[in-house]
């Protein structure tokens, strides 16, 4: 593009000739009727404005037979843009209906084999009529005449366009200075429009824009905001150039002064700071005991380190990473202790009772010390109701084997980078929790509890317990693979210990891979024990009464244990034993009398009102109340069942919040009582025209499980015959159809909470006496405990021989009654 008028001295002497003969070119003349006539030139892609000078190319043979014509003739041409650029032979109704005269120069070949011609615009033209189409276009158009003279308020508005167009020209550099000074010379409104519109790097689309726009005071307008778009995409880019340019600044100097700075302490003999860092990082990893595969990967990135700038974000990562390659515990073991007699003398001072879990860890240990480089290591897995000693017994392990002892709460993780890490592409990566926790324990063989793995929860983020899956398998974890590590981590040395409340919740995979041992509750007479060796004295230590030999009588543990704590384990009571102590401490320290024994009556005045309630058996024979014994997570409980028979439709109703299965218990035992009811000397009339209603006390309590089937059976047995079932017999079991007696689960607890209520019987499926094994000699002593097989066994012991009450009986239909009158 060039400027005429302005600056010719630069041009080469070839373009200066060849705009020369642009000017020669005279504009048409008007005819008669005020139009001109000219040859058309199609442009693609390109808008030539009025007065200004550009080179175009020619490709149609079309375009070239009407620049031919028009130059034998020395004549002006009329060019006309293209509505659709990818049409090749255009009619009249593809073009823009507003064009330009202009003049062509000679048409050149060019060395890629296009033509090229060098025109200048004159006039701006608005088409009329097309005269004919072949062998070129031809048309007629009406010359645009624009006001030569700007009236105050065009001034105006040139003086700010101007004002506009310098400021674009300070800001891109590809606009020479001197287009400025030109524009600035132009007086016509519509010329300065089109002058800066060929000036400015517009789109295609805008271009176009100015050129139909004829008014010149409109088109100044139009220019004026594009100039002020520019304008602020130039600012912006300006900024940004600047920022970019401190910032290189800023590095350059930066490197220039730690420059000087290396070359001043290699001339005082102190070496670069980072240098020495990075030697002494190079030196670490060669005398660490790692891997053949990890010294390998880490000098790598040693190296990557001496290759960088020293002021490099990378840097500080890729240390980050090499601490923790050299900070794990790869080939550092603790010596087991394999003394079996030894670990059973810690595992019974830390513990009472637990003995499976007991018996596993020395089955361990005996192995062990008969095989030392066994490598296998067991994988267990805890599972029992809060407060028990899961988590405790497996420091007692660690302990009786001489490891160190870490461990990790699972609770609530649901993201699979809390086990296996992030990758070090995100911006503070770390390992997971496994990794950081055998960097803590510093060894390779630690025992390692995984708390509460049952409640590890899958979302978006990934399966935290798929992840276990490879930690937990004796056949992967050799070769543990952490994301942001990325080398093979041996945990086969490990001890894997978990817990858990429930096995619900934990996915069949992982749970394949554990042994599981199953925590009981504590009973009584074992909390009591607990309380004793442990609870007692860790309590009075705390509160500073350790010297009172305070002691408490076994009656007042009784009532802390059931009046104030309901719970499997024993925290609660160890809770309930320390306000004791406060209690106590107080007195001490305000200078009063206080007891040395806590009795049982002291137990109500220290810890306020009793909180439960025991169940207590039935005071006296009973005719459609039973006594049952169900399982719960705190132990074991008796529940008496009540049945009631009422004028009705022989339907059966059951409340008490009984669960399906339990409801389903009650259908089997209706369906064995009518099987017998000939031999029970049962009327069949009464269940087709009288309701049977069953009862659980309690109903706020939600109860289920099918061992309450043969108490129900027994307690409608009694309900529909009048015979009275034994207050002191309590029984547990489920009922088939037949009558047959199946065993439940729980026994052991049942056992003792019929003990503990004053129950005298206890009836049990003949399969369940083999959980009897662990009873408590007292209990065992005092109990009467009859295994059965067979409904009917269990009617001769709980029911009396003969009934105490009217059996009920169905009142007979009207007609019935007529016909016996």
Known sequence: MTYPNWNEDEFDATLSQRTEELYR?????????GLIEAAVLPLRDMVVFPRMVSPIFVGREASLAALEEARARGQTVIALTQRDPNVEAPGAEDFLPVGVEMAVGRVLDMPDGSRSALTQGRRRVEVVEFLRVKPYLRVRARVIQEPPAADRPTQALMRLVLDQFQRCIELDHSIPEEAHVFAASINEPGWLADMIATSLGLTYEAKLRLLMILDPKTRLNQ???????????????????????????????????????????????????????????????????????????????????????????????????????????????????????????????????????????????????LKPKKDRQPILCFVGPPGVGKTSLGRSIADALGRKFVRVSLGGVRDEAEIRGHRRTYIGALPGRILQTM?????????????????????????PASAMLEVLDPEQNFAFSDHYLELPFDLSKVMFV????????????????????????????????????????????????????????????????????????????????????????????????????????????????????????????????????????????????????VEGKGNVQMTGQMGEVMQESAQAAMTYIKSRAAKLKIDMEIFERMDIHIHMPEAAIPKDGPSAGITLATAIISALTGRPVFKHVAMTGEITLRG???????????????????????????????????????????????????MDEVLDIALGKQATVKPPKPKKPAKDEAQEE
């Open 498 to 645: 978990t817990t858990a409340n429930s096995l619900r919740y934990i996915p069949e995979p992982l749970l394949d891979r554990m042994e599981v041992i199953e925590f009981p509750s504590y009973i009584e007479e074992e909390k009591i024990e607990i309380a004793q060796r442990y609870l007692i004295p860790r309590q009075m230590e705390e509160n500073g009464i350790d010297d009172l030999n305070l002691t408490f009588e076994l009656a007042a543990l009784q009532r802390v244990i059931r009046s104030y704590t309901d719970e499997a384990g024993v925290r609660g009571l160890e809770r309930e034993i320390g306000r004791v102590c406060r209690k106590v401490a107080r007195m001490k320290a305000e200078g009063k009398k206080y007891p040395t024994t806590v009795a049982a009556d002291l137990i109500e005045k220290f810890l306020g009102p009793p909180q439960y309630f025991l169940s207590e058996a039935e005071q006296a024979d009973d005719v459609g109340v039973a006594t049952g014994l169900a399982w719960t997570e705190t132990g074991g409980e008796i529940m008496t069942m009540e049945i009631a028979v």
């Open 25 to 33: 070119i005279p504009n048409l003349e008007l005819k008669a009727d």
């Open 740 to 790: 047959r007696v199946l065993p439940v689960g729980g026994v052991r607890e049942k056992v003792l909470a019929a003990h503990r209520a004053g129950i005298k019987t206890v009836v049990l499926p003949e399969k369940n006496l083999k959980d009897l094994i662990d009873l408590p000699k007292t209990a065992k002593t005092e109990l009467k405990i009859i295994p059965v097989k067979h």
């Open 223 to 369: 220019l004026n905001n594009l100039l002020a778009a520019e304008v602020d995409v130039l600012e912006l880019e300006d900024e940004i150039h600047a920022r970019v340019q401190d910032e290189v600044d800023k590095n350059q100097r930066e490197f220039y002064l730690r420059e000087q700075m290396r070359q001043i302490q290699s001339e005082l003999g102190e070496g670069d700071i980072f240098t020495r860092e990075a030697t002494d990082l190079k030196k670490r990893v060669e005398s660490a005991s790692l891997p053949d595969e990890v010294r390998k990967a880490a000098m790598k990135e040693v190296e990557r380190i001496n290759q960088m700038p020293p002021m490099s974000p990378e840097v500080g990562i890729i240390r980050a990473y090499v601490d923790w390659i050299l900070d794990l515990p790869w080939d550092n073991f603790t010596p087991d202790n394999l003394d079996v007699k030894n670990a059973a003398k810690i595992l019974e001072r830390d513990h009472y009772g637990l003995k499976k879990a007991k018996e596993r860890i020395l089955e361990y240990i005996a192995v062990r010390s």
């Open 439 to 463: 960097k803590r324990a510093g060894t390779s063989n630690p025992l390692f509890v995984l708390d509460e793995i049952d409640k590890l929860y899958s979302d978006f983020r990934g399966d």
